[in-house]
């Protein structure tokens, strides 16, 4: 099945699955604010009818504390009618601001609040008469029936009140439940269609399965391929390479024996034809004297630079003495011509003559970064046996370090350093850090003996331990 056709079943999966998703949102949250409403609304009510219910208490302690004063005419009745007018008060504000809010029952609240009025002031009067000792003033008061008339209607209304109020919280019990049953049936429903959304998306699941499998068998069908002409292409690009160090150090020893033959003869010729004129030229002036002086110094250097250049083109001690001698030498001309302290420790190894040559290259590459770069006061060189199947080289320094990872493009030294000891089969590994030094090493594997080229001499590990400076 193409991604097209996949596409188009995920195009009911996904909308159904956010569609779900939303429905289940927004019943949740409808009936949460329904159910929330509800409840505080319900805890309104039941306080009002609490709040009605302990007015008209109040008012019959009130009245009850007046009437055991006045019979008794002891003040301790007056400490319960005093608390009963302070909570009838207390309450009474509360009361006002809930049923401004219920506008059909603000007629009935403010009727209680003046039945409660008049019935206060009148138990107030008659105390206060008590107290002048009125004696007639006060029951001529009580025999009016004011008080009687104030105290049925307040329990008329506290009644009515109440009532309304048990009402109300009925009907808030009922929307509850209306809304619970509501959020039942969305939640019952939207599982049914969840159900459906799971069934699609396992559908599709499956098929993107077999879709990704195929795609996979085929991405690696398309890798092996790929991979097989890689490493033919590498393959081939190894050879190439061995073929090209193979035809560079031919050219540089084809150099080294013209520059040894050829220049060296030239420079000796004329070096002896110096000789010759100062032992033909006795009584030559001393300006003269000192220009051919200055010629057969001259030569010398042009000499002594030919025999470097030629042992850097082609090391004829690698030749004759073996790896370690070679290795000893270089690394003590280095020393003498740096002042770096080079520290040595070289183990006797055999590895033939093309293992040889990169051991000896990749150290003189390194000691060339080292004075171009480094900034080095010493450097440890050391060559050693691994295991039966291998040989190690390392280069190291103290000098300013630098970050492998971001070495610049233009850094062809440690590139081909690495393809050189790659190409003879082994591995390069670079350590440093800015400010830390740097260490270079790489192992290459033993040849076979009958791999190997007849070993010119044995150097005995003549350059093992040593200091140049």
Do not use: C
């Not at 209607?153 to 209306?178: S, Y």
């Not at 302290?341 to 040559?357: C, I, M, N, Q």
């Not at 103290?398 to 350093?417: E, I, K, T, W, Y």
């Amino acid at each position: 099945m193409t991604r097209t056709r996949l596409w188009r079943k995920s195009a009911l999966s996904f909308p159904l699955a956010l569609l779900v998703a939303l429905a289940l949102l927004l019943i949740s949250e409808t009936s949460y604010h329904r159910s929330l409403a509800a409840i505080q609304e319900t805890n309104a009510a039941v306080d009002a009818r609490i709040h009605v219910g302990r007015v008209l208490r109040y008012m019959v302690d009130a009245e009850t504390g007046q009437r055991g004063y006045l019979l008794t005419g002891k003040d301790a009745y007056l400490t319960p009618y005093s608390n009963a007018v302070q909570q009838i008060k207390e309450l009474l504000p509360s009361l006002s601001t809930y049923y401004l809010a219920h506008p059909a029952q603000l007629a009935d609240f403010e009727t209680l609040a003046r039945a409660i009025e008049k019935k206060l002031s009148e138990m107030s009067e008659t105390i206060q008469l008590h107290r002048e000792g009125r004696e007639d003033a006060w029951r001529g008061l009580l025999q009016l029936d004011v008080g009687l008339e104030m105290q049925q209607t307040i329990r008329v209304v506290v009644d009515r009140l109440i009532g309304i109020e048990m009402k109300r919280l009925q009907d808030h019990q009922t929307q509850v439940k209306q809304t619970l049953l509501i959020s039942r049936l969305g939640v019952a429903a939207m599982t049914v269609l969840s159900v459906l959304a799971f069934y699609f998306y396992l559908k599709q699941t499956r098929e993107l399965s077999l879709e990704r499998e195929r795609r996979r068998a085929a991405l690696q069908a398309e890798r092996d391929l790929l991979e097989s002409e890689v490493n033919q292409r590498t393959h081939e690009l190894t050879v190439l390479a061995r073929h090209l160090q193979t035809t560079q150090e031919s050219e540089r020893s084809h150099l080294a024996r013209e520059l040894h033959d050829e220049l060296g003869a030239l420079l000796t010729s004329a070096k002896l034809d110096v000789a010759r004129l100062r032992s033909h030229l006795p009584n030559v002036t001393p300006e003269a004297t000192k220009r051919l002086a200055h010629l057969n110094e001259a030569l010398n250097s042009g000499i002594a630079l030919k025999r470097r250049i030629i042992e850097d083109l082609r090391p004829s001690a690698l030749g004759h003495l073996g790896l370690t001698v070679s290795l000893d030498i270089l690394t003590r001309e280095f020393g003498e011509r740096s002042g770096i302290a080079v520290h040595t420790d070289f183990a006797p190894v055999k590895l033939g003559d093309s293992g040889d040559l990169t051991i000896y290259r990749f150290v003189q590459e390194a000691l060339t970064n080292i004075a171009k770069y480094a900034k080095a006061t010493q450097v440890d060189v050391r060559l050693s046996e691994i295991d039966d199947q291998g040989v190690e080289i390392s280069v190291s320094d103290d000098g300013g370090g630098f970050d492998p990872v971001r070495v610049r493009s233009g850094a062809h030294g440690l590139a081909g350093m690495r393809f050189r000891v790659e190409a003879e089969g082994g591995e390069m590994t670079v350590e440093s850090q800015p400010g830390q030094g740097a260490r270079l090493s790489a192992r290459l594997p033993k040849r076979a003996p009958e791999q190997q080229a007849p070993a010119a001499s044995d150097d005995g590990g003549a350059g093992a331990g040593r200091t140049h400076a």
